[in-house]
């Protein structure tokens, strides 16, 4: 277990539409399949996006707060050790509280919120 209060997930702004339009987010079609809703931390989300979503465009990136999903949120560890916040179940709508657009830079890098502003990626293989 973490003390983040906030963490924080990618995906498709159309799938957040839908997401509002139904009242209740189940995830991408990759958690779908992996049976959960995959998150970062504030310090995980730069190099989460570069790794699995780099290069992709229409995204916007949902934070969420922590003590309201319950013990369907788990702490499980990657392939490299580093601890990632996992949904099991449905993310409720009132969990949320941002949602913010992650435009391509012209560095073809997504451009981050203020409040998450990208650190220098280092190497990425490691994590997740």
Do not use: N
């Not at 979503?53 to 990657?78: F, M």
């Not at 449905?90 to 949320?96: G, H, K, Q, R, S």
């Not at 949602?99 to 997504?110: N, Y």
């Amino acid at each position: 277990m973490t003390s983040d209060t906030v963490i924080h997930h990618m995906c498709r702004a159309e799938e957040w539409a839908a997401a509002e339009r139904a009242g209740h987010y189940s995830g991408s079609s990759q958690d779908v399949a992996d049976g959960f809703i995959h998150f970062s931390t504030a310090s995980q989300v730069v190099k989460s996006a570069a790794r699995h979503r780099g290069g992709q465009a229409g995204l916007v990136l949902l934070s969420v707060r922590t003590d309201r999903l319950g013990s369907a949120l788990k702490w499980e560890p990657s392939r490299g050790g580093q601890l990632f916040p996992h949904l099991y179940g449905i993310l409720p709508l009132d969990a949320v509280v941002a949602v913010d657009p992650l435009p391509l830079g012209p560095d073809g890098r997504h451009q981050f919120p203020p409040a998450l502003s990208p650190t220098p990626l280092g190497d990425i293989s490691r994590d997740r």
